[in-house]
């Protein structure tokens, strides 16, 4: 989650599985797809090397 948190998006790991978006009361449209495109991309870095991993076994 600190990939998230350097590129600006707020999230919190609960409970082990659950990641909880903590933006303002208001956000808009485009600020959300903003943040769930940043959450891609930091989730897509952390599954390929477990996928590579996988694979080279």
Same mark, same amino acid.
């Given at each position: %989650? =600190?990939?998230? *948190?350097?590129?600006? *998006?707020? !999230? /919190? @790991?609960? %409970?082990?599985?659950?990641? +909880? *978006?903590? $933006? $303002? @009361? +208001? !956000?808009?449209? =485009?600020? %959300? =797809? +903003?943040? *769930? =495109?940043? @959450?891609?991309?930091? @989730? #897509? #870095? !952390?599954?390929? $090397?477990?996928? /590579? &991993?996988?694979? &080279?076994?």
């Amino acid at each position: %989650m =600190d990939a998230a *948190l350097q590129q600006g *998006l707020n !999230v /919190k @790991l609960t %409970m082990g599985t659950i990641i +909880t *978006l903590t $933006p $303002p @009361l +208001t !956000v808009t449209r =485009d600020e %959300m =797809d +903003t943040a *769930l =495109d940043i @959450l891609d991309r930091c @989730l #897509q #870095q !952390v599954h390929a $090397p477990a996928e /590579k &991993d996988r694979n &080279d076994r």
